[in-house]
């Protein structure tokens, strides 16, 4: 079972930057997906960046050219470094783990882009 914590949400002011982290334990195959979503109230959860285990990254069209997706594979996480923020990427963002069969989600993290 893949459990995943994020961290490093928080408040920010537009044009600011935040880096969220997940830390991820658990049986994890060599064939899987690992991404950030992001939800606001009253909408749908929404791809933000996802990531492979061969390396191959997508980025939703709103986010590209200031988000960044990463992992470290000696600790197991992956990253979504976030900068030049603007007030409609305020949502809770989930980090998610994929792989044939199987599907898990983190807790999710606030980020409040707001002067």
């Known amino acids: 079972q893949v459990q995943l914590v994020e961290s490093g949400g928080g408040l920010v002011q537009p044009g600011g930057s935040l880096k969220l982290s997940c830390a991820v334990s658990?049986?994890?195959?060599?064939?899987?997906?690992m991404g950030w979503y992001r939800q606001v109230p009253g909408k749908q959860r929404e791809l933000v960046a996802e990531?492979?285990?061969?390396?191959?990254?997508k980025y939703a069209d709103s986010v590209k050219g200031r988000f960044t997706i990463s992992r470290d594979n000696a600790k197991i996480a992956v990253y979504l470094q976030m900068n030049s923020l603007k007030p409609e990427d305020t949502a809770v963002y989930y980090c998610?783990?994929?792989?044939?069969?199987?599907?898990?989600w983190g807790q999710g993290t606030q980020v409040t882009v707001s002067s």
């Open positions: 998610n783990y994929q792989q044939p069969g199987y599907n898990s």
């Open positions: 658990g049986i994890i195959s060599s064939v899987y997906t």
């Open positions: 990531i492979t285990g061969s390396g191959s990254i």
